[in-house]
């Protein structure tokens, strides 16, 4: 359950400004390759020994924020080489029977996806898709992957408060079930793993 993984996780750990690094200058001045964008910010590439030593230190839990949009389709299909690397990295985290959450970060917090009936509308079938290509791959993980649907989502405003409008929480809400009947139309153990 939710309340059980809650109380399992004893202290966690942000592998951030990583994968979550975004820019077009990554692609205009690298070869755009996943380590390219992975160390965009200052940050190493991630091995088995960073985590390792991320867990020797008392963590029991690795959240790996994502930023798909420069590795998607317009119609929401993840570059293989991208999805590989994100999976690589989980992969690190849950042999060492660690908890881990994978999400889609800065697509929203001020990227292509907000909080309006207009973005919903525009986006709503590439959503569903990045979030069954992500689903899709990680189904036969255990409990211990967990699912964060959206990061830091704005208004059309870009308030960090919250949706301005009834309309505007409206479109957030439904962008959120849009994720969960997503996930949990894949099957396997996304007929039950914990979403945030």
């Known amino acids: 359950t939710a309340q059980a993984a ?6 966690g750990w942000n592998l951030g400004n990583t994968f979550e690094s975004n820019g077009e200058w990554i692609g205009l001045y690298t070869d755009g390759r996943p ?10 590439v991630t091995t088995p020994e960073l985590i390792a030593a991320v867990k020797n230190s008392g963590f029991n839990a690795v959240r790996i924020p994502v930023t798909w949009h420069e590795h998607i389709d317009e119609q929401g299909n993840i570059d293989p080489e991208w999805l590989d690397r994100i999976q690589q990295v989980v992969d690190h985290v849950i042999q060492l029977d660690m908890y881990c959450v994978i999400n889609v970060h800065h697509d929203a917090g001020g990227g292509w996806l907000r909080a309006t009936p207009e973005c ?3 986006y709503h079938e590439k959503v569903a898709a990045l979030w069954r290509n992500i689903a899709v791959r990680f189904r036969d993980y255990g409990e211990k992957l967990i699912f964060e649907g959206f990061n830091e989502m704005l208004d059309e405003e870009g308030h960090w408060g919250g949706a301005g409008s009834p309309e505007e929480y409206k479109a957030h809400n439904d962008l959120n079930q849009l994720f969960v009947d997503t996930v949990r139309s894949t099957g396997g153990n996304n007929a039950s793993r914990n979403l945030m």
Request: charged content about 25%; cysteine-free.
């Open 6 to 11: 809650a109380d399992n996780i004893i202290v």
């Open 120 to 122: 919903y509308e525009k």
């Open 35 to 44: 380590e390219n964008y992975e160390t965009a910010w200052g940050n190493p």
